[in-house]
T-cell receptor
Framework: EDQVTQSPEALRLQEGESSSLNCSYTVSGLRGLFWYRQDPGKGPEFLFTLYSAGEEKEKERLKATLTKKESFLHITAPKPEDSATYLCAPNDYKLSFGAGTTVTVRA | NAGVTQTPKFQVLKTGQSMTLQCAQDMNHNSMYWYRQDPGMGLRLIYYSASEGTTDKGEVPNGYNVSRLNKREFSLRLESAAPSQTSVYFC??????????FGPGTRLTVT
């Protein structure tokens, strides 16, 4: 079954403590993968698109990478404002998003 | 430029009641989508519209109907609401295969 799976479900970090979120996928013929950020009570907001294995994208303290089977979202020296739920989604809108990783960064 | 707007923001229905969720986008996007988001299950596609005049079922279409009124507007109708339809509903739009733009969501409770 084509799907994406995110881990961990929740991540609690101290400010400055770097970590990584995982998005594994079993989508055959994947044409790319999106990362979104979702704040409580709001709709998801686009972060990155990755199209091919080996590709990397960066934005402030976030860096997304893609392999043939999974994607990672690395958070370097996080700040409290990085607290959010991070969602990955295949570039095929007939498929569901991942359930997300909720990141909490404590000052 | 408001992006994607949704109305209402909150709604409480009784079992069996009907309602329509409204969505509009001002980005001239061809494609529009309706999702529901439940705890631990991520965003699941209900219906989508690749262009004006076309609609297709997504992963969880049962109990819902949609109308693509024009290029800007895409509505979602619950004909006979059930408690299982308690959820947060998001509308989104996109141009071709690029990233989606989401509305703020409608929080629906069915009692």
């Amino acid at each position: 079954e084509d799907q994406v799976t995110q881990s961990p479900e929740a991540l609690r970090l101290q400010e400055g403590e770097s970590s990584s979120l995982n998005c594994s996928y079993t989508v055959s013929g994947l044409r790319g993968l999106f990362w979104y950020r979702q704040d409580p009570g709001k709709g998801p907001e686009f972060l990155f698109t990755l199209y091919s294995a080996g590709e990397e994208k960066e934005k402030e303290r976030l860096k997304a990478t893609l392999t043939k089977k999974e994607s990672f979202l690395h958070i370097t020296a996080p700040k409290p404002e990085d607290s959010a739920t991070y969602l990955c989604a295949p570039n095929d809108y007939k498929l569901s998003f991942g359930a997300g990783t909720t990141v909490t960064v404590r000052a | 430029n408001a992006g994607v707007t949704q109305t209402p923001k909150f709604q409480v229905l009784k079992t069996g009641q009907s309602m329509t969720l409204q969505c509009a986008q001002d980005m001239n996007h061809n494609s529009m989508y309706w999702y529901r988001q439940d705890p631990g299950m991520g965003l699941r596609l209900i219906y989508y519209s690749a262009s004006e005049g076309t609609t297709d079922k997504g992963e969880v279409p049962n109990g819902y109907n949609v109308s693509r009124l024009n290029k800007r507007e895409f509505s979602l109708r619950l004909e006979s609401a059930a408690p299982s339809q308690t959820s947060v509903y998001f509308c989104a739009s996109t141009e071709d295969s690029y990233e989606q733009y989401f509305g703020p969501g409608t929080r629906l409770t069915v009692t």
